[in-house]
C-alpha cells in the first residue's frame, strides 16, 4: 500500500467520504490535509494527514533512520561496556606508568629517561602492544610489560566482543 497527501479546498468532495469530513468536523484533521489510502482495488478510505507514511523508498528511509537514532537498551550496555574498559585502560595505563618509570628510568642502555618517557611506553603498549623503545631491562619492567600486552590484547577482544553482541542482538 502506499499513501498520499491529498488537499482539497472543497472538504466535501466525494473522493474522500462522509467519515473523513465527520473527522474534519469533530477537528481531529485540518481543513485542507486529508490522506488517502490507496489500496489495490483502487478504492478510497479516508485518513488523516498525521497518517501519511510515503513512497517504498521514503518509508524505508524513513524507517532506517528512526532505528539509527533510537537509544534502547542495547546502546546503554554497549555504552555501559566501553566507559568500563576505558576507566579500567586509564588505571592501568597510570599504574604501568609509575611502575615503569621507578624500574626502568636511569637504567644503562635503556630508552627510558624521565616520567614521559615511561607514560609514552606504556600508551604505546597498551594502543598497539609495541613499541619503538626498547624492551624493559629489568626483571620487574619485562613483567610490567607482559602484563600491560596482555591487558591491551584482553581489552581489545572484550570491546570487539561487545560490537559483535551489539550488533547481532538488533533487528
Known amino acids: 500500500m502506499i499513501l498520499q497527501s491529498w488537499s482539497s479546498p472543497d472538504l466535501r468532495g466525494t473522493w474522500w467520504g462522509s467519515s473523513a469530513w465527520g473527522r474534519f468536523e469533530a ?5 485542507a490535509q486529508v490522506t488517502l489510502l490507496a489500496t489495490a482495488r ?10 501519511r507514511r510515503g ?4 518509508v524505508l528511509i524513513r524507517d532506517e533512520l528512526s532505528r539509527l537514532f533510537t537509544v534502547g537498551e542495547r546502546h546503554r550496555r554497549l555504552l555501559a561496556r566501553l566507559l568500563i574498559a576505558l576507566g579500567l585502560s586509564v588505571v592501568v595505563f597510570a599504574v604501568g606508568t609509575v611502575l615503569i ?4 628510568s636511569g637504567q644503562k642502555d635503556g630508552d627510558i629517561k624521565g616520567f614521559g618517557d615511561a607514560a609514552f611506553f606504556t600508551a604505546v603498549q597498551l594502543l598497539t602492544v609495541s613499541s619503538s623503545i626498547k624492551n624493559p ?11 600491560l600486552e596482555a591487558w591491551a ?3 581489545l577482544t572484550a570491546v570487539a566482543g561487545s560490537f559483535a553482541t551489539f550488533f547481532t542482538s538488533g533487528d
Open 55 to 58: 513512497t517504498e523508498g521514503e
Open 27 to 31: 477537528g481531529l484533521v485540518g481543513p
Open 153 to 155: 590484547i584482553f581489552v
Open 101 to 104: 618509570w621507578v624500574f626502568e
Open 137 to 147: 631491562l629489568t626483571s620487574v619492567g619485562k613483567i610490567v610489560d607482559v602484563g
Open 42 to 51: 483502487g478504492s478510497i478510505i479516508g485518513r488523516p494527514s498525521r497518517w
